[in-house]
């Protein structure tokens, strides 16, 4: 049984530029979440998705923003961006019914360096 | 809203001795806790989490946590540690009614020696 996978696995860019960062969930998961982890730092939460929607945001730029497929997998997609956008990029999936006690399991993360 | 604190950025121990690692937090809801695991290169792994009931929680690795909701804390312990469980260790906390929501500590480094 596959867990959460994440692609790529490292990435490099430029100011300005835009990059879209892949995840597939975990088998029988159909809620994907998103979080930035800066260097030295936990992981912050950016948004969360299901049934295609994006269902709560975390305190980042509209320069942030995702999709949901029918399959469940997700994309990330980071436009203009800029030198403090570097960092590890984890998605965590799960069950819709979080709320009994769901556990979110972590992708290994796409580390994006922006030069 | 909620936050997170671990005031120990690293925590040095020699192998088969104790070990706590301290995390705060504070919401003014109800919340679930975690405590997760990363080792290097990789993702975040559960270790345990507080959903209700029982304060005291066990997990993998022979880990638990007790939650102390009059001192709003929720500290990581291990009777005797080994070289293996050097690793970052993260507290994160959701709030009942956002559950989706992991806030996470800026994280423990447990640097176990030989």
């Known amino acids: 049984d596959a867990g959460v996978t994440q692609s790529p696995t490292h990435l490099i860019k430029t100011r300005g530029q835009q990059v879209t960062l892949r995840c597939s969930p975990k088998?029988?998961?159909?809620?994907v979440s998103w979080y930035q982890q800066a260097l030295g730092q936990g992981p912050q939460f950016i948004f969360q998705y299901y049934e295609e929607e994006e269902r709560q945001r975390g305190n980042f730029p509209d320069r942030f923003s995702g999709h949901q497929f029918p399959n469940y997998s997700s994309e990330l997609n980071v436009n203009a961006l800029l030198l403090g956008d570097s960092a590890l990029y984890l998605c965590a999936s799960s069950s819709w019914g979080f709320g009994e006690g769901e556990t979110q399991y972590f992708g290994p993360g796409t580390r994006l360096l922006v030069l | 809203a909620q936050s997170v604190t671990q005031l120990d950025s690293q925590v040095p121990v020699f192998e088969e001795a104790p070990v706590e690692l301290r995390c705060n937090y504070s919401?003014?809801?109800?919340?679930?806790l975690f405590w997760y695991v990363q080792y290097p290169n990789q993702g975040l792994q559960l270790l345990l989490k507080y959903l209700s009931g029982s304060t005291l929680v066990k997990g993998i690795n022979g880990f638990e946590a007790e939650f102390n909701k009059s001192q709003t804390s929720f500290h990581l312990r291990k009777p005797s540690v080994h070289i293996s469980d050097t690793a970052e260790y993260f507290c994160a906390v959701s709030g009942v009614d956002s559950s989706y929501k992991l806030i996470f500590g800026s994280g423990t480094r447990l640097l176990v020696r030989p």
């Open positions: 919401s003014s809801v109800s919340v679930y």
């Open positions: 088998s029988g998961h159909d809620t």
